[in-house]
C-alpha cells in the first residue's frame, strides 16, 4: 500500500486545516488508518486512528475534541481536520495503515508539515 499525505501548511493559532492521505496498492477499506505527528527533537506520537468503515475512533488525549478523522473508502482517503490549532500542534504528520492484530503501522505515507504559528 502506497500512502501519499498532503494538505499541510502554516496556520496561525486557532485557525483549522485539513489533512488528507490517499493511498494506491492495496485494499484501502481492508485497514485501520492512523495519523502520527512528530515535531521537532521529539518521538513521534499516535494522533489518531479510524476503523475500516469510518464508524469508529479513537484519539490521543492532547487532540481529543480538536481533530476529527474520516475518510472515503470509495476515494481510498482518509483525512485529518485539525480546528483550535495550538503551536504545539506543529509537527510533521504522517498517515499510516495499521496491522489489523497490533494496531500498529504497517505501511507509512510520506508526511506533511504544519506549522502553527503567528
Known amino acids: 500500500v502506497q500512502l501519499q499525505a498532503s494538505g499541510g501548511g502554516l496556520v496561525q493559532p486557532g485557525g483549522s486545516l485539513r489533512l488528507s492521505c490517499a493511498a494506491s496498492?492495496?485494499?484501502?477499506?481492508?485497514?485501520?488508518m492512523g495519523w502520527f505527528r512528530q515535531a521537532p527533537g521529539k518521538e513521534r506520537e499516535f494522533v489518531g486512528r479510524?476503523?475500516?468503515?469510518?464508524?469508529?475512533?479513537y484519539y490521543a488525549d492532547s487532540v481529543k475534541g480538536r481533530f476529527t478523522i474520516s475518510r472515503d473508502n470509495a476515494k481510498n482517503t482518509v483525512y485529518l481536520q485539525m480546528n483550535s490549532l495550538k503551536p504545539e500542534d506543529t509537527a510533521v504528520y504522517y498517515c499510516?495503515?495499521?496491522?489489523?492484530?497490533?494496531?500498529?503501522?504497517?505501511?507509512w505515507g510520506q508526511g506533511t508539515q504544519v506549522t502553527v504559528s503567528s
Open positions: 479510524i476503523t475500516r468503515n469510518g464508524a469508529s475512533t
Open positions: 499510516a495503515a495499521l496491522s489489523p492484530i497490533t494496531n500498529l503501522p504497517s505501511y
Open positions: 496498492g492495496g485494499t484501502f477499506s481492508s485497514y485501520r
